[in-house]
């Protein structure tokens, strides 16, 4: 264990000293800072075996701390993050998950009695999501199809036997406030869900407590995560109309390129050309999940505009009730 | 999106004339001087591969109308042109036996290649001497009962435009969920 260097982020000085102590008795030099600035500022100076990410003085959420501090890192550490109760950590290659140690809280209640000097060592957060939504009129609702039609401006709680999530959207962000998903981005697998939702005022959004734990992601990001989480093509396709369905491109091509899973997997160009393709033409092309992930990232994220042929046994004709109906009225009208 | 409607039937039934009723273009013709001794006592220039019109519906859609060669040994242009169609429109001269007679030939070739919604036209209503009723109830007493059999002049607008739209009607209507609804 000798020469290897540890870095500390984090702002509790207790837990810190704590983990400080381990890791020099494991023969580790340890550097400890409070924020993200000064941590990725030694971690490009610094060769670090291990980078323990905690509560700390930066806005940034841990997890994409930890993302530009391994991207920006003279070495390739191997990050630790401490992960609070109900905080929602992705997965991630570098990315080791511990529950936040708190055998030391037991020690300052029994201490506290003593000395109330402590409490200003340690502050446990309170805050209270009973009453996130107000009026919970939950309604059984399939996840997929309920993130595909999401808004901005939304507070919602989705619950089934086993897990619970509440989280708001603003603008174009999803913040997640509690999830008992081991990965937050495993949610669109979730069945029998129930969801009540309400919306979300400006004055709400600005009373609400958010810190560093907070999970917030783009919405879009956060769709296409959830969908390359999925690597069960029966599972992708069960959140797609019927299979027949023929797909116009309905969003900008240049948006649309714009996410890899897409743009890697798709002839972009082609579909926006052929506005008479199918889903299973789009997805048999050669067959592969990927290929599946990006129609089904298309189709949640509103890229796609989906109808149903004209289902006629007696013809072997392709083409959209709505196209039909022009080419009528046009010869109608001539 | 292109989508194509057909028109075919025997020579002189009148297909070049249908399609220029409703193309937005000067259709693109391909008329030659006939060869064939007999034939060239009926008219003297004949579609050799097809013509070609064209109806923008709006950005999107376009429909292009061909219409076919009668002559037999163009057959090997059917399928190529059967991609992307919406319906097949068989015109026949009412005033010629051997014209109405081609008609189940023709009805059968393109069903056997592909299921489309397939409209009768009787073209030369205008003319006098056209083929009594009952032989033309006979000539065509194969076709199906669901294939319609119109009687038109192909240089009459609304003639054409009736027939094509029948086809397409029947197309509409072939939605199952339609039906039910």
Redesign the interface.
Known sequence: MEDKKALIVCKESLLSEIVAYTLKKLSCSVDMVDNPKDAVSKAEKENYTIIVIGNNNGTIVKHKLAEIIYNKSLGRPNVVIFKEQGEIIPKAHYLKILDKPDFYKTFIEILQKESPAIRQIYSPEESSLSNFIKIPNFKKTDVASFFKHLKGNVKFHIRTDEHEILGFTMGADIFILKSTLNNIYDILTLKNTEIATEPLSLNEFLSLTLDTKTFKINFRDFIVNCINNINNKDELLSMLPDKKSMVTLKAPVYIVKQIDLINDNINIEKLHS???TTIEELIKEDDNLEKTKAVVCMYMLNMIDIE?P??????????K?S??????D???G? | MVFKIIVTGSFNSGKTEFIKRISEIIPITTDKPVTEQELKEIKTLTTVAMDFGRLTVDEEIIVHLYATPGQERFDFIYPLLLKNALAIIILGDITDEKSIKDIVKYYKKFKSLKRLPTVVALTKIDLKNSVPEEKIKEYLSELPEDVPILKIDATNKEHVKKTILTALQMLFESDEEQEIV
């Open positions: 052929n506005p008479n149903k004209i289902e006629s046994k007696k013809y072997d004709v392709k083409i009730k196209f039909l109906k022009k080419i009528i046009k010869i109608r001539l």
